[in-house]
């Protein structure tokens, strides 16, 4: 295995999605995917469980992975030391809104190709902080400075066979009896939407969790139960098979981008502040 491999697999590991892995470097999906089956290979096991064309990082997968998170920030971290000043990289961690980053990411990178931006997960934000987070308030104001990137309304994503598709607005405490799909409880969004469910007063009956949107998705669309999830995530892919039904009450999650309070941001952490507010505040505008 070489370097260019192992940050293949970290992207794809990261956004658990060969296409988007491979728009983030440049190159063929095809290219990602001999790649992880390369590595699978020579570590004679599997990285990923594959479900049709949906991937999920296993056991063995995240083990890896922290393996070669460690690896590649102490590297990046001597590259970053000795490259010349006009190439620049920018560490970012993402505790809400992982989604967008398939999208942003590129799109920076593509504007100003001298700047590269890099994954800080696992074992790596416990060894550098990054230059910034992507949160979802309330964060400790006391730690960070941030920005408001979007308020995102919470809905529920209903099957298409369900008895209650087609209805445009539903008080919450109406779906107390419905089974559920949420993410881990640690997922930031799972903790805001449980207290949803908490002050419309009941305990959601949680019947499957997923890891991201993708797998929530797929479990909606099969009918397993409904999900309660940020509209504008949703709504960035269609779904013949599902559909949003507003809350009454229309609550709505906020997204935000921290960075440690008392930062002096050097003029590329600035560029990428801006352009990420612009970029936010564009996809608002379009949803």
Known sequence: ????????FRTAATLENFSKAAEHHLIPQSAVSITIKKLENELDC???DRSGKAIKLN???KRFLETVDRS?????EGINSLRKPSV???????QSGIHFMTYLVPDFEKNYPGIRIFFLQGNAVKNKEADFTFFQLPIDDNKYEYKVLMEDEIMAAIPKSHHLAGKKVVDLEKLSDESFIAYDPNNQLRRFTDSLCKDAGFEPSISFEADDMKSLRSMVEAGLGIALVPS????????GYASLMQLKNHPTRTLALAYPKNKELSPEEQLFLEFTESWFSNLSATV
Not at 88 to 94: A, D, F, S, V, Y
Request: aromatic share 8%.
């Open 232 to 239: 504008t995530s949703w709504l960035q892919s269609m779904s």
């Open 59 to 61: 056991a063995n997968g």
């Open 88 to 94: 620049k990289g920018i560490g970012i961690n993402i």
């Open 72 to 76: 590649l920030s102490i590297l990046d």
């Open 1 to 8: 295995m070489n370097l260019l491999e192992l940050r293949y």
């Open 46 to 48: 599997k990285l990923f």
